[in-house]
C-alpha cells in the first residue's frame, strides 16, 4: 500500500521560509511525478509544483514562480518543496501527491500539512 505522509508546515511571518517533506512509502518512488497541491478557506485546490521521476521536468504556477523550488530524493523516497518569500495568500493545506497514471498505477494523496503566513 502507498502511503505519503506530509512534514514541515506551521505559522511564520510574512517573508519567512518554510520546506515541506512528502515521504512515500510502498512502490518504487522513482516510478512516480510528484506534486504539490494547496487548498486554501473556501477555495478550490491548486496545483502549485510538480516535478516528473527523473527530476528533469518540473512545473511552477505562476504566483510561486522564483520562490518556491520543489525537487526529490530517490534515495530517500522524499520530495520538498522549499518556500521562501512567504506571503499570507500562501496561507492554505498543502497537500503531497504521488502520481504513476502514465505507467498503469494510480494517484495517491497525502493527509496535507497546514502553512499559515501572517501578516
Known amino acids: 500500500q502507498v502511503r505519503l505522509a506530509e512534514s514541515g508546515g506551521g505559522l511564520v511571518q510574512a517573508g519567512g521560509s518554510l520546506r515541506l517533506s512528502c515521504l512515500v512509502s510502498?512502490?518504487?518512488?522513482?516510478?512516480?511525478?510528484l506534486g504539490w497541491f494547496r487548498q486554501a478557506p473556501g477555495k478550490a485546490r491548486e496545483y502549485v509544483a510538480g516535478?516528473?521521476?527523473?527530476?528533469?521536468?518540473?512545473y511552477y504556477v505562476d504566483s510561486v514562480k522564483g520562490r518556491f523550488t520543489i525537487s526529490r530524493d530517490n534515495a530517500k523516497n522524499t520530495a520538498y518543496l522549499q518556500m521562501n518569500s512567504l506571503k499570507p495568500e500562501d496561507t492554505a493545506v498543502y497537500y503531497c501527491?504521488?502520481?504513476?497514471?502514465?505507467?498503469?498505477?494510480?494517484?495517491?494523496w497525502g493527509q496535507g500539512t497546514q502553512v499559515t503566513v501572517s501578516s
Open positions: 516535478i516528473d521521476g527523473s527530476g528533469g521536468d518540473i
Open positions: 501527491n504521488a502520481d504513476d497514471r502514465a505507467v498503469g498505477g494510480f494517484e495517491y
Open positions: 510502498g512502490r518504487t518512488f522513482s516510478r512516480y511525478a
